[in-house]
């Protein structure tokens, strides 16, 4: 599989956040694209996010490696995931995601293409630790998965089931640079059209940043995704 992932295009915000006290390893001008921060935001923060996901895939998942598709098939997908997240309290942070996206698949002679909201999402991020005195921010990351998306159209937009996500956060800023960590399990449940139960997923992020001066940021990332096996009512295969 072939991924990039293209730099945050949209950071919006709201004029009462921007005096808010935050961590510098939580400020929006030093995060990355991909790892979250273990702080919340403050009471009444409200914050706009919106990235560009690019997927080009070739390969499938056999016995746990990547191998050419045997039948040829080809599929590439564009994704806008949007988020709006709000500070219930100074120690729970509200989010939804609502991602938009268009995909196309292409095997042999034929292809098709699909476009539309993906499964959306209502996290919360709950702090355990508050980054002060040395210490990390560390949070959890609880949330439900709805099956917003399409899971009738070639290729699907969504799967048809609803999910689970739990999650843990860490982050620290450490002068002019700043560590993340992020351990996340989201589990699918049965969709109850196809009897398919899609494979539970293990997120792994890790970032570090650097800011060289106010307007130029440096950061390397890393992210990885454990996909286990899709799961039918009579049979198991692997994605």
Do not use: H
């Not at 309290?89 to 698949?105: F, N």
């Not at 099956?147 to 843990?168: N, S």
């Amino acid at each position: 599989m072939k991924a990039m992932y293209v730099l945050l295009f949209l950071f919006v915000t709201l004029p009462f956040t921007v005096n808010a006290q935050v961590p510098s390893c939580c400020d929006p001008m030093n995060m990355p694209v991909i790892s979250m921060c273990g702080n919340t935001f403050p009471q009444g923060a409200i914050r706009v996010q919106s990235d560009v996901k690019i997927v080009e895939k070739d390969k499938i998942l056999k016995d746990g490696e990547e191998v050419a598709n045997p039948i040829g098939n080809k599929m590439s997908m564009t994704g806008f995931p949007s988020k709006l997240m709000y500070g219930a309290t100074d120690w729970v942070t509200l989010q939804l995601a609502i991602p938009y996206m268009t995909k196309s698949m292409k095997s042999g002679n034929m292809e098709s293409s699909s476009s539309g909201i993906g499964d959306a999402m209502i996290m919360s991020k709950w702090r355990l630790i508050q980054a002060k005195q040395g210490k990390p921010a560390v949070a959890l990351n609880l949330g439900v998965k709805f099956p917003t998306g399409d899971d009738e159209v070639k290729p699907p937009l969504g799967t048809g089931g609803y999910g689970a996500i739990l999650g843990g956060l860490i982050s620290k800023g450490i002068g002019k640079a700043s560590l993340y960590g992020n351990l996340i399990y989201q589990s699918t449940f049965e969709n109850s059209s196809t009897g398919v139960n899609p494979g539970d997923i293990t997120t792994i992020n890790m970032a570090v940043t650097y800011r060289i001066v106010e307007m130029l940021l440096l950061s390397f990332e890393i992210n990885n995704e454990i996909v286990g096996k899709d799961k039918k009512r009579w049979q198991s295969y692997r994605r």
